[in-house]
């Protein structure tokens, strides 16, 4: 768990590159954006958590996000939170998601 919580740490103060979308932004702005514009944020996810689990590609996230951006009253939730949730999703589906000896 804290290899996770350093990873979220450093992504969050690594200045991307900059795109049409930010973590911060709502998942309606996702639904709305470009598909180059989900992949390139899709892209930072996958390299910030490749790490944790190999499945944390560009593609996992552009379709969890997708998935979580499609839930009823969703749209006014941020992208970071879809992003959360897909990671913990995975990593309890793995079992990678507990805690450290």
Request: with cysteine; glycine share 6%; hydrophobic share 45%.
């Amino acid at each position: 768990m804290r290899r996770f919580s350093a990873l979220f740490l450093a992504m969050a103060l690594v200045p991307g590159a900059a795109s049409a979308l930010s973590m911060t932004d709502t998942l309606e702005a996702w639904k709305q954006s470009s598909a180059m514009d989900r992949l390139q944020l899709a892209t930072r996810f996958g390299k910030s958590f490749v790490s944790v689990n190999e499945s944390f590609t560009a593609g996992y996230f552009v379709k969890c996000i997708d998935d979580v951006a499609g839930y009823p009253n969703a749209q006014n939730a941020k992208i970071e939170d879809a992003m959360r949730e897909c990671v913990a999703s995975q990593l309890r589906m793995t079992g990678k998601g507990q805690a450290d000896d």
